[in-house]
């Protein structure tokens, strides 16, 4: 069974800047894209950030400017680099594996979300 392993969430001032990771415990097949979530208190999850096989990148409105998603394709890793923090962008940030097999048969892959914590 694959797992998705996060690391580098905390706690940052306003201001400051995390970085986070993801990796696969092993190699993954039929990637379509890599993303990042997040999921506040009392609100559901939302789309943070996604970077498909190819490069392209998609950002949420709200973190345009500010965080930067990447990827290294042979080590199966997802990195977020986040700057310029918002004591709204506090979160449980998880990382998503997009796997396309067939028009039918697609699967995701959920890390077990790492805490960001910013404060004001």
């Known amino acids: 069974q694959v797992q998705l392993v996060e690391s580098g969430g905390g706690l940052v001032q306003a201001g400051g800047s995390l970085g986070l990771s993801c990796a696969a415990s092993?190699?993954?097949?039929?990637?379509?894209?890599m993303g990042w979530y997040r999921q506040a208190p009392g609100k559901q999850r939302e789309l943070v950030a996604t970077?498909?096989?190819?490069?392209?990148?998609n950002y949420a409105d709200s973190v345009k400017g500010r965080l930067t998603i990447s990827r290294d394709n042979a080590k199966n890793t997802v990195y977020l680099q986040m700057n310029s923090l918002k004591p709204e962008d506090t979160a449980v940030y998880y990382c998503?594996?997009?796997?396309?097999?067939?028009?039918?048969?697609?699967?995701?892959?959920w890390g077990q979300g790492t805490q960001v914590t910013v404060s004001s």
């Open positions: 998503n594996i997009h796997t396309v097999r067939s028009k039918l048969a697609s699967y995701d892959y």
């Open positions: 092993r190699s993954i097949f039929n990637i379509n894209a």
């Open positions: 970077i498909t096989s190819g490069g392209t990148t």
